[in-house]
């Protein structure tokens, strides 16, 4: 079964960093075009970020808001997915969401239960 | 972005009632990139409909989609007291994704 774990939800004040980690199972991260989605509180979805699998070239996009302070990284040896988040802004605090591309629909079916990232003083 | 507006942004409907909502998208986009969604509070998204009009597997059948360009419509033909969520419609046309607002369901 495909699963994904988020973990790494935090307190952390304006200006400072945060990584959050998914672990994967009933997958392999390598092969899967996998996804950062946030959903701050009592609003919609919004997309942070993606990573292609490895043999479509295993590029990453970001959304406009998060260019240039979040990264996304895997570790296949752990079967896990990062989002490493700096400059961390009041607006970043949201539900941080984990998600792969199933293989039989094309589309994002299976998410974690997310983790909560509060950015604050 | 590709904007995706959703109506209504609420409904409010008895038991057994025929619910429709629409997604307008602020370009074409391809039959085969667009979804819907439902969340529950708290909860995770869960796809109901992919590619404009494939139910996902293990959704009920009272689910439908359809549409075409830039507009977009999700049916439960029945609604259930289960139902109670918000639908969002979501396009992967091109990057980054994006959603609609979404229409939160009530019963009445």
């Known amino acids: 079964e495909v699963q994904v774990v988020e973990s790494g939800g935090d307190l952390v004040k304006p200006g400072g960093s945060l990584r959050l980690c998914c672990a994967a199972?009933?997958?392999?991260?390598?092969?899967?075009?996998m996804s950062w989605v946030r959903q701050a509180p009592g609003k919609g979805l919004e997309w942070v970020g993606r990573i292609k699998s490895n043999s479509d070239g295993g590029t990453v996009d970001y959304t406009a808001p998060v260019k240039g302070r979040f990264t996304i990284s895997r570790d296949e040896s752990r079967n896990t997915l990062y989002l490493d988040m700096n400059s961390l802004e009041i607006e970043d605090t949201a539900v941080y969401y984990c998600?792969?591309?199933?293989?039989?629909?094309?589309?994002?079916?299976?998410w974690g239960q997310g983790t909560l990232v509060t950015v604050s003083s | 972005d590709i904007q995706m507006t959703q109506s209504p942004s609420s409904v409010s409907a008895s038991v057994g009632d025929r619910v429709t909502f629409t997604c307008r998208a602020s370009q074409i986009i391809r039959s085969t990139k667009l979804a819907w969604y439902q969340q529950k509070p708290g909860k995770p998204p869960k796809l109901l409909i992919y590619a404009a009009s494939s139910l996902q597997s293990g959704v009920p059948s009272r689910f439908s989609g359809s549409g075409s360009g830039t507009d977009f419509t999700l049916t439960i033909s029945r609604l259930q007291p289960e139902d109670i969520a918000t639908y969002f419609c979501l396009q992967a046309n091109s990057f980054p994704l994006t959603v609609g607002g979404g229409t939160k369901v009530e019963i009445k």
């Open positions: 199972s009933g997958f392999t991260v390598a092969n899967a075009w």
């Open positions: 998600t792969t591309v199933d293989r039989t629909t094309a589309w994002y079916v299976a």
